[in-house]
């Protein structure tokens, strides 16, 4: 049975999952499949496993240690597999995950240096914080960089660079602008489900600044379309603003097409994060791009 992992992944997927349902689909069979390879494990054991429940499924005593063994094998099984990949000659890439923000504008600058560090191909995959933390979960990705966690249970988060985020405009601006300043400008704003949107709600909440009151001219889907959308619009006696990373507007600063500046008395930032699955934390891989991109913390 043990020589048959297709069950025991089934296994794995199940638990993780935290639903058969789930389960069967992430794995593409049928429900009736993911219950009949469960069956056929607790038969093999002896002993019940999984119970199920309204709310999802629960591992029995059995199922917990069954479960303990069973992530081993799995990590056995995938560092062999990279092992025998290596025998044959067959290129092995690392997969690095990595939100819009962090993929379009901090990690090109060294990528080329993190393939140095691990000794490997690395390729970077780019989309929003929730998808790149499913696809670290169903181990498409080795590696991901977030600027919203998406906390797991199966899922090491560590504290990596803060963000600043800073008022920014076509138009020069003062070192400093007073909250109650902020009503004056044109402003494009991200759309409302965005973590950077949400960030900057919360801030100005605690200023005591009702965004409901703003002069919006527009609202868009990404910061790099705000960056685009400040630098086209037109010389006004009122600027247009918005809120952005320091990190997408960094070249248009020190070229002097953007200016920026901050709020006075408040500080917008955010903690952006290295996340890995936690049956990978003693990878020596990971333990090499871990050191390397800590210490490149100051960015």
């Known amino acids: ?6 069950k025991i ?21 049928s429900q009736p499949a993911v219950t009949q390879q469960i069956k056929l494990l607790e038969d093999y054991i002896e002993d019940k496993i999984v119970d199920r429940k309204k709310n ?22 995938n560092s062999s597999e990279k092992e025998m990949l290596k025998l044959i000659n067959k290129d092995i890439i690392f997969i690095l995950g ?18 140095e560090e691990i000794k490997n191909d690395v390729m970077l995959e780019i989309d929003d914080s929730e998808k790149i933390t499913e696809e670290l979960v169903d181990r498409k990705v080795d590696f991901a960089i977030l600027e919203h966690p998406v906390f797991r249970d199966d899922i090491i988060f560590r504290e990596w660079l803060e963000d600043e985020l ?15 300043d902020l009503y004056n400008y044109h402003w494009i704003c991200r759309e409302e489900n965005s973590h950077t949107r949400k960030i900057v709600q919360e801030a100005f909440d605690a200023m005591g600044i009702d965004c409901k009151s703003f002069n919006l001219r527009s609202t868009v889907s990404s910061s790099t379309a705000v960056k685009q959308m400040i630098l ?6 009122t600027a ?35 996340a890995y699955l936690k049956d990978r934390k003693h990878d020596a891989t990971l333990d090499t791009l871990i050191s390397y991109l800590m210490h490149k913390r100051r960015i």
């Open 1 to 6: 049975m043990l020589k048959d992992f297709t």
């Open 9 to 29: 992944e089934t296994f794995l997927t199940v638990v993780r999952e935290k639903s058969f349902s789930k389960a069967s689909k992430k794995l593409g069979i």
């Open 56 to 77: 999802g499924i629960r591992l029995t005593k059995t199922g917990e240690e069954f479960h303990k063994i069973a992530l081993k094998l799995d990590k056995c099984i």
């Open 98 to 115: 990595a939100s819009f923000m962090i993929g379009n504008y901090i990690l090109p600058g060294f990528l080329s240096k993190i393939k």
């Open 166 to 180: 800073f008022l920014v405009s076509k138009s020069p601006l003062p070192k400093y602008v007073k909250p109650e």
């Open 232 to 237: 086209k619009t037109p010389s006004e006696d």
């Open 240 to 274: 247009t603003v918005s809120i952005i990373s320091r990190h997408i507007i960094k070249d248009e600063l020190e070229n002097g097409t953007l200016y920026c500046a901050r709020i006075k008395d408040f500080k917008l930032s955010r903690i952006l994060y290295l």
